[in-house]
């Protein structure tokens, strides 16, 4: 036996035992018997004297190498399969899967913005983060998280963040268009109580999003529960957001909001959409985040002594 075999019969050995102790590899019939009969013939006992030829030692040496790989490669896969089935039978609940709400509007009606970029941002963008969303979920409920590698449970953490603000944020940017009309009601007169005016307002959020233009990210007018007002928030990507804060309004600065329809020219599109505002959509989803919060907080001073 050459010195540079040891290493490889130590895993030949290792994988054979491993096979052997587990019942589920087992029942998928042995993949070493082929190399068990090449150990016999290439590891003689001490006390054999037996020499095979260099040409047979040359082949057999070379068969039993392949022979020893491809036991333990498929004892790893199986194993690997086992611990994967392991981690179906621990994981606690199955992901539910999310379903892509239809487009809101008729894409041919919205001025500024043409039908196919509106189409192809929902198919491509809102709804591949959909379905991204639940191949994550699906990919979640399987992980042994005990034994999963750090990296792949960051990875698919963050990935899950990532699609699912981009499912969220998709949603309000669709529901919040198709309008014209302007802000009124209990969401204009907070508008104008949080920034002095709804003009000063509109230049901020405005400005907010042209300076994203060439780059990335969302404008977001939120309700921050904690400050209990409205707040215009810059989100480079979709996992910057305001911590506890409610979406009302969104801009899709990202580049497949508007390059087919201008280019370069990301101010054109802003000031396109901040005329194409759903505005009763964010009134309705104001009114429900800021009566929540007052609910929350009479329930809370009623239980004080």
């Keep these: 036996m050459e010195m540079r075999d040891r290493p490889l019969l130590a895993l030949y050995a290792t994988a054979v035992r491993f096979f052997r102790q587990h019942p589920v590899l087992r029942a998928c019939g042995d993949p070493s018997r082929r190399a068990m009969n090449l150990h016999r013939r290439l590891l ?21 190498l392949k022979a020893v790989s491809a036991a333990a490669a498929s004892t790893a896969v199986l194993a690997g399969t086992q611990a994967l089935a392991q981690g179906n039978l621990q994981a606690a609940a199955k992901a539910m899967p999310y379903q ?22 929902y198919e491509n963008n809102y709804v591949g983060a959909v379905k991204r969303l639940n191949a994550i979920g699906t990919q979640l409920a399987e992980l042994d998280f005990a034994k999963a590698p750090n990296f792949v449970i960051n990875g698919l953490k963050r990935e899950e963040l990532v699609a699912s603000n981009s499912m969220i944020l998709h949603e309000i940017y669709f529901d919040g268009l198709g309008g014209g009309a302007r802000a009124s009601g209990p969401l204009a007169d907070a508008i104008a109580r949080d920034f002095g005016s709804v003009a000063r307002w509109r230049s901020e ?6 300076a994203e ?73 104001y009114e429900h985040y800021s009566g929540e919060i007052q609910s929350a907080g009479g329930s809370a001073r009623s239980r004080v002594p």
């Design 44 to 64: 003689p006992s001490l006390g054999n004297q037996h020499v095979e030829s260099p040409m047979t030692m040359t082949t057999e040496r070379r068969n039993f």
């Design 100 to 121: 892509a709400k239809p487009m809101p509007f008729d894409p041919k009606t919205i001025t500024g913005i043409s039908e196919k970029v509106l189409v192809s941002h």
């Design 213 to 285: 233009g060439g780059g990335s990210g969302w404008v977001i007018l939120a309700y921050s529960p904690r400050d209990k007002r409205l707040v215009n928030q810059w989100a480079a990507d979709h996992t910057t957001t305001l911590a506890g804060g409610r979406p009302v309004l969104v801009l899709d600065m990202y580049e497949h909001a508007y390059h087919m329809d201008y280019g370069a020219a990301a101010a054109r599109y802003v000031d396109v959409y901040m005329e194409a505002i759903r505005w009763d959509n964010a009134a309705k989803l």
């Design 205 to 210: 959020f405005a400005a907010m999003g042209k």
